[in-house]
């Protein structure tokens, strides 16, 4: 296939590459409305998902796989701006020790919860103040897999499109809604108006996660890496419950908490029917 539509940029001077790269950092894409997206599985979920790619960077002197070239091809002809880089200015946008050269600039959607699945009963996982962007990518990729209807991010949590949140998600941030509310009590009211339980987790909790049916909609709430879930948010809960923990570790990691829960969810609604 025929490559098109490409433009070559050599200079770390020119403003385009001045402007992906501030990516890198949380203020420069709040105030872009955009992210980066690396890699050749990343660009590829981005491309098939219809994500508002916005220009797409490639190395050719890095991008040897015929699945990345192709990803070039599809994206020119989709209209795509497609731009053509030395390794000195790949490298300088890079966050990856061996980047594949591929890198895509993405429009930040701005998600509502009326773009959350619509899905019967629904299933939520909602983040609160989450510091980790690893462990909030794996929650999104486990809720992902689990088919839930979205994940809400609240409270001073970490950036969604951190490159390292981006990553861990491994492209499912593409094709689940993800959505960031700032107050925990919109984020209640909106759950009472639905009709969907809040369930809170916390190892004070006197209910084991498996004690509860999840027949009906729900949103699971975790916390805080270090500090869970604030009192406020317990009472706000109309059921916590915890995981039982039987060695001599005394805690769970956030993300491995969450794929307990939400397979527990999963195993009812499969065979509870």
């Not at 709040?30 to 981005?46: D, M, N, S, Y």
């Not at 919109?186 to 006197?206: E, F, G, H, Y």
């Amino acid at each position: 296939m025929e490559v098109i539509n490409i433009i070559e940029i050599t200079s770390l001077r020119n403003p385009k590459i001045k402007s992906v790269k501030a990516l890198r950092h949380a203020k420069y894409r709040e105030r872009q409305g955009k992210f980066l997206v690396e890699g050749i599985r990343l660009v590829k979920e981005a491309i098939d998902c219809n994500a508002p790619i916005k220009m797409l960077l490639f190395c050719p002197n890095k991008l040897k796989s015929q699945i990345g070239l192709g990803l070039v091809d599809i994206a020119a002809e989709k209209g795509i701006e497609c731009v053509s880089v030395p390794a000195r200015v790949f490298d300088s946008i890079s966050e990856k020790d061996n980047p594949q050269g591929i890198i895509a600039v993405v429009e930040r959607l701005n998600l509502t919860f009326n773009h959350l699945e619509s899905n019967n009963p629904t299933l939520l996982i909602v983040a609160y103040e989450l510091r980790d962007p690893g462990n909030l990518g794996a929650i999104i990729r486990t809720a992902d897999s689990a088919g839930a209807s979205g994940v809400v991010i609240t409270g001073i949590s970490v950036d969604i499109f951190d490159p390292k949140t981006v990553r861990a998600t491994m492209g499912s941030i593409f094709s689940l809604p993800v959505i960031r509310v700032k107050e925990i009590g919109q984020l209640k009211d909106w759950l009472s108006q639905n009709s969907i339980k809040m369930i809170a987790t916390s190892p004070r909790a006197k209910r084991y996660y498996f004690d509860l049916a999840y027949d009906e909609p729900v949103a699971i709430i975790l916390g805080n890496e270090a500090e869970g879930l604030d009192a406020e948010i317990l009472e706000y809960a109309d059921e916590v419950v915890k995981i039982p923990l039987l060695g001599r570790a005394d805690s769970l990691n956030v993300a491995s908490a969450a794929a307990i829960i939400i397979y527990e969810v999963v195993r009812q609604r499969m065979f509870h029917k």
